[in-house]
Structures are given as structure tokens and as C-alpha cells.
């Protein structure tokens, strides 16, 4: 688990009585009950279930309600999303406060991407602390892993395939890449809800702001640039801090990996500007 010092003060809870906090955390779940209600198993259906009814009207029309309370306060802290979908909704608060992009971002692919890490180390039998790898985009379907820039205690995972084709060269990165896609999706249908993956993520987000860490992780922000893409949010690495995000770390995608990342970014793009209408 994670470890979040007593000092730490937050909100997370449905009223907007904000003050002189330094982060709040935007838990308003969109369509929550109604996803739970989902079984069905195509789990690419359910998601594209989730977003239809998370950037229907009634929805947007409860983010208008979030933005026009957030406006009546002197707050002018950090905003920390983990409201899904993750990436469309922080770009939505970000559009509609007029807010430093800096200062309004979600966890999107820290799940994910802690997912993942655990998927490769089960694998290999390797602790996952000694693992470096991200899964990019969006905090859903259309996310991506680079598997390029992956790594082993700074070994390139490719190399490692390459080197010991009877244990590493025989990863199947299409399975692990889907079980830190859909391990959210797993829980989901087996009890109904999920809570401690995403406890444990913000968690670590939140334990670097107050800490002021300078801590690099996978979370939701607004590109300009970065990655080929503008006037996006999308999750890559970046320094996170007091101030919220210090940096933006550019990964340096192969061809391919490039591809998948503008296709991600184009799912997100085209559901914001949906949003944006409603």
C-alpha cells in the first residue's frame, strides 16, 4: 500500500465549501450507478457504454453544476480529477474554469500503468519496483503502452527479448498490455465496484504534491506539443509537485507507437469537443 502523512488535507466528497486547501480531489463519479449495472463481458462495449452516458447531457449538465460551484469559491488550488472518463472530464473543468492547465489533472493511467508494471513482473518474476514501463493516452480502451522505452533495472525490454529468447522472448505483449488495460474491468465484473486500485493511485499522486516530490508518473495533462499533440489531455510522464505539474516528460515513441498514441489522443479530442457542445 501507499503511505499518505496525517497532514495531508483534501476533499473528496460532493459539496463545493472549498476554502484555503491545497488539492481537492474531483470524485464525482459520472454514470457510476449506471455502469455498475453493466455485465455485459465485452468489456470494449462497456466502456464505449460508460462514455456515452458520461458525456450525455444529464452528465455534462452535472460538470456544469461542479464548475459553477468550484466559480463561487476563492479556491485556487490543484484540481485532481478521477471522475471517468478521466481524461475527457479533466479537460472539461480545465476548458470551462479557465484555469493553469497546470494546476487541473487526474490520475488516468497511474492505474493503469501500476496494472501493467504488475502484469510484466508476474511474468518474469521480477519485482515490479525494478520495472519501468507506462501505459499513455487515454485511461480507457484506447490507451497504449510504448513498449520501446520499457525496461528491466534500465535494460531495454527489447534488448532482453532479443538476448534470452527462451524467457523474456517469449512474452506475449499484447496480453500483458490488456491486462493492465482491463484489470479495472475485471474487478468491475466480479464485484461490482472497484476502490482500492484507484485509492492506492491517489494516494501517490496527492503524497507528491504535498511532499513537493518531483515525482514522475503517468497522469492526465494538457499537451502542447508534447508528443506531436495540442489542446489535449492525455497521459504521459510528468513531474508532479506542490504546484501541480512541474513537467512534461516526452517519451521517444517508435513509428508505430506514435501511431497508436494520435489515435488515442483522437478518441479523447473528438469526445471533448461532444462534450463541449452539450
Given at each position: ?6 497532514h495531508?488535507?483534501t476533499k473528496?466528497?460532493?459539496t ?8 481537492w480531489i474531483?470524485?464525482?463519479?459520472i ?5 455498475r ?9 462497456s466502456?464505449?457504454y460508460q ?12 460538470l456544469?453544476?461542479?464548475?459553477k ?5 476563492s479556491y485556487?488550488?490543484?484540481?485532481l ?10 479537460h472539461?473543468l480545465?476548458h470551462e474554469?479557465?484555469?493553469d ?5 487526474s ?5 493503469d500503468?501500476?496494472r501493467l ?5 508476474e511474468e518474469i518474476?521480477i519485482?515490479?519496483?525494478s520495472?519501468i514501463?507506462?501505459?499513455l493516452?487515454?485511461h480507457?480502451e ?7 522505452t520499457?525496461s ?6 527489447f534488448?532482453l527479448?532479443?538476448e534470452?529468447?527462451?524467457t523474456?522472448?517469449k512474452l506475449d505483449?499484447?496480453?500483458?498490455a490488456d ?18 486500485g484507484?485509492?492506492?493511485s491517489i494516494?501517490e499522486v496527492?503524497?507528491?504534491i504535498f511532499?513537493d516530490?518531483?515525482k514522475?508518473l503517468?497522469?492526465s495533462v494538457?499537451?502542447?506539443?508534447e ?7 492525455a497521459?504521459?510522464?510528468?513531474v508532479?509537485?506542490s504546484?501541480g505539474?512541474?513537467?512534461?516528460i ?8 506514435q501511431?497508436?498514441?494520435n489515435?488515442?489522443?483522437?478518441t ?9 457542445t452539450?
Open positions: 500500500g501507499y503511505y499518505v502523512g496525517s495531508i488535507n473528496s466528497e460532493n463545493y465549501n472549498l476554502s484555503d486547501e491545497d488539492c474531483l470524485g464525482r463519479y454514470a457510476d450507478g449506471h455502469i449495472k453493466d455485465k455485459r463481458k465485452n468489456r470494449k462495449n466502456y464505449q462514455c456515452i452516458l458520461s458525456i450525455g447531457s444529464n452528465k455534462v449538465d452535472e456544469k453544476d461542479i464548475v460551484n468550484i466559480k463561487t469559491t485556487d488550488g490543484l484540481i480529477n478521477i471522475s471517468n472518463p478521466a481524461d475527457v472530464v479533466t472539461y480545465q474554469l479557465g484555469w492547465e497546470k494546476k487541473i489533472f490520475t488516468s493511467t497511474t492505474l500503468s501500476a508494471k504488475r502484469a510484466i513482473a518474476g519485482n515490479q519496483k520495472i514501463a507506462y501505459a493516452g487515454e480507457g484506447s490507451q497504449m503502452v510504448p513498449w520501446s520499457v528491466i533495472a534500465g535494460k531495454p525490454l534488448k527479448m532479443e534470452r529468447p527462451d523474456y522472448g505483449l499484447q496480453k500483458l491486462l493492465g488495460r482491463g484489470g479495472g474491468w475485471t474487478i468491475l465484473h466480479g464485484k461490482g465496484y472497484t476502490e482500492f484507484i485509492g492506492a494516494a496527492v503524497r507528491a511532499g516530490e518531483n514522475i503517468p497522469v494538457k499537451l502542447n506539443g508528443y506531436g499533440q495540442t489542446g489535449v489531455y497521459s504521459v510522464p510528468a508532479v509537485n504546484k505539474i512541474a513537467d512534461i516526452p517519451l521517444d515513441l517508435n513509428e508505430v507507437e501511431e497508436q498514441f489515435a488515442s489522443c483522437k479523447m479530442r473528438e469526445n471533448f469537443e461532444l462534450a463541449i452539450l
